[in-house]
């Protein structure tokens, strides 16, 4: 299984021992504030299915954050292929979400970077996207630290949200190859 590994986080494969801190983390009403609701202890443990089944399928998916220096589980970071339907896609998005104790330390930008890093290098994709609600400023900000662009054309209404829902209107933003690869 795919491990990647940063300076101070190790990005790996969830485990059975991630259950509670996962089930936590998605509990959380200030982690979950730009996703519809927080998740049931059974919907995170589906999830924690979902995310497990595509990592030994594609060998990519969301990996678990962890703290080298500690092995405190943060969250997770990493490449997922989105299952609605929008004109931007097929396509794969990467993505964040840590626990509010780990917020405002780097480690989504720098777990992001590695998962761009795999996604460029080892995958070999051309292009890597990542969208979130209009209002999620911060992940907004991540998506710009790893060198992403707004795709304003490309902004959405998330085909899973009802209409009028706060969190319907998305940004899309959007990264190539020839991109990531002129900086570094």
């Not at 080298?68 to 969250?75: A, D, M, N, W, Y």
């Not at 085909?159 to 190539?176: A, E, S």
Request: hydrophobic share 40%; charged share 25%; aromatic share 8%.
């Amino acid at each position: 299984m795919t491990q990647l590994t940063t300076e101070r986080l190790l990005l790996r494969p969830l485990k059975d021992s991630d259950r509670a801190p996962c089930t936590a983390l998605n509990a959380d009403p200030a982690v979950m504030e730009h996703f519809p609701a927080p998740l049931t202890p059974a919907e995170s443990d589906a999830m924690i299915e979902r995310i497990s089944a595509m990592i030994a399928e594609r060998g990519f998916g969301f990996w678990a954050a962890e703290l080298r220096e500690t092995g405190q589980f943060l969250g997770f970071v990493g490449l997922s292929v989105p299952t609605f339907e929008a004109p931007f896609l097929p396509g794969v998005e990467v993505g964040w979400r840590l626990a509010k104790a780990a917020w405002g330390k780097g480690y989504a930008t720098e777990g992001a970077r590695a998962a761009l890093a795999h996604a460029f290098g080892p995958l070999g994709l051309d292009e890597v996207l990542s969208f979130t609600a209009t209002t999620n400023k911060p992940s907004q900000r991540v998506m710009e630290r790893i060198g992403m662009t707004h795709d304003e054309a490309g902004d959405f209404d998330h085909p899973r949200l009802p209409d009028g829902h706060r969190l319907q209107r998305h940004v899309l933003y959007r990264i190539t190859r020839a991109q990531w690869e002129a900086q570094q």
